[in-house]
T-cell receptor
Framework: DGGITQSPKYLFRKEGQNVTLSCEQNLNHDAMYWYRQDPGQGLRLIYYSQIVNDFQKGDIAEGYSVSREKKESFPLTVTSAQKNPTAFYLC??????????????FGPGTRLLVL | KNEVEQSPQNLTAQEGEFITINCSYSVGISALHWLQQHPGGGIVSLFMLSSGKKKHGRLIATINIQEKHSSLHITASHPRDSAVYICAVRVGRGGADGLTFGKGTHLIIQP
């Protein structure tokens, strides 16, 4: 089945440690996104990528980095510079906006906890 | 910056009731999405609207571009409809920038 997979489901980070969240899709979508969800708040955009080897900062990119070396993969690294990383992280991809019926597909999410 | 406001924040209803969730936004948009998030965290896209009305099963979504307002309706509600419903908008028409999200409406349907 086509879809988006994220791993791990739960991730624990020690102070000062970088961690990488995996996101893979087999939907053949060019556009991919990383969002962060905190309790009581709406999802916020961290980074997005329109195409391989290109990505743009979203609203809350500080303390995060991404890469897009393959169409299928868009990993997110939470660096030690991110002072409040505990959150639920969601990866998404979307059908082309030119299709007239853009649909966002979301992965199951990764919960990151700081020890 | 575009703001997306949803109401109500929380809604508890009895099975069979007609449900309405509202979404208002502050600037012009090119598309509005309604999403459903279940307790495990997974999110499913329900509708994408740029005008008018869409229906899928017991779900109906409408948008009024002039009034910057959208509604999601659930007819004959069922306990399995219990979830967080999220409104999200896309500003502008170029590129593939992400969505701006409301905080969600937590819906509980009691049997």
């Amino acid at each position: 089945d086509g879809g988006i997979t994220q791993s791990p489901k739960y991730l624990f980070r020690k102070e000062g440690q970088n961690v990488t969240l995996s996101c893979e899709q087999n939907l053949n979508h060019d556009a991919m996104y990383w969002y962060r969800q905190d309790p009581g708040q709406g999802l916020r955009l961290i980074y997005y990528s329109q195409i391989v080897n290109d990505f743009q900062k979203g609203d809350i990119a500080e303390g995060y980095s991404v890469s897009r070396e393959k169409k299928e993969s868009f990993p997110l690294t939470v660096t030690s510079a991110q002072k409040n990383p505990t959150a639920f992280y969601l990866c998404a991809s979307s059908t082309p906006r030119t299709s007239g019926s853009e649909t966002q597909y979301f992965g199951p999410g990764t919960r990151l906890l700081v020890l | 910056k575009n703001e997306v406001e949803q109401s109500p924040q929380n809604l508890t209803a009895q099975e069979g009731e007609f449900i309405t969730i509202n979404c208002s936004y502050s600037v012009g948009i090119s598309a509005l999405h309604w999403l459903q998030q279940h307790p495990g965290g997974g999110i499913v896209s329900l509708f994408m609207l740029s005008s008018g009305k869409k229906k899928h099963g017991r779900l109906i979504a409408t948008i009024n571009i002039q009034e910057k307002h959208s509604s999601l309706h659930i007819t004959a509600s069922h306990p399995r409809d219990s979830a967080v419903y999220i409104c999200a908008v896309r500003v502008g028409r170029g590129g593939a920038d992400g969505l701006t999200f409301g905080k969600g409406t937590h819906l509980i349907i009691q049997p």
